[in-house]
């Protein structure tokens, strides 16, 4: 008995895609229902749960993508599946990513400026988990620069959203 399990990657990507666009739908209706301000004369675009309701709209959005995008793959690759080597590479996905987000939460954002430690934390996490030892140094380079492009432009959309939409003070 070996330890290789086999994945059917486009089923698990649908039926993520329903689990995440139910969630979505969820997070839509929550925010629709949640108590209006009006009373306190408050401005009604200020709702509590404008924020819920737009996370949900994007969150059903990209949802139906994945779904339709796994359709796609199924279709094209029908009886392919992809090969991993069992719960251990899960497990050190998930140490990596727990222990690197704390690191970001107590370190990164207490040492350096926001927008810099979101960069850094956005870079590395990107590749991190796009980095192949079986490609070609110019390709592991490309990672190394869209990593560090998709760092900055996340963090400065973030910091913008957070700093002028929501008018929050960042560290």
């Known amino acids: 008995m070996t330890d290789v399990m086999t994945l059917d990657s486009a089923r698990a990507d649908q039926w993520t895609g329903i ?9 839509l209706v929550g925010g629709f229902t949640m108590d209006r301000l009006e009373i306190r004369q408050i401005h009604p675009a200020s709702i509590p749960g404008l924020v819920p309701m737009i996370l949900g ?12 995008g796994a359709r796609q793959q199924s279709v094209s690759t029908t009886g ?3 090969q991993f080597q069992g719960p251990v590479g899960s497990l050190k996905s998930l140490a990596f990513t727990a222990g690197y987000s704390v690191a970001y939460a107590l370190i990164l954002v ?27 140094l110019p390709c592991r380079m490309k990672r190394v620069g869209l990593g560090v492009a998709f760092g900055i432009v996340g963090a400065l959309a973030i910091s913008t959203l957070f700093e002028h939409g929501f008018l929050v003070r960042l560290p």
């Open 57 to 68: 709209v994007v969150m059903m959005i990209c949802a139906a993508l994945l779904t339709l």
């Open 80 to 82: 392919a599946t992809q």
């Open 19 to 27: 689990g995440l666009f139910l969630l979505g739908a969820s997070m």
């Open 110 to 136: 207490g040492l350096l400026p926001f927008w810099f430690a979101t960069a850094i934390y956005i870079s590395v996490f990107y590749i991190h988990f796009s980095w192949q030892l079986d490609t070609s």
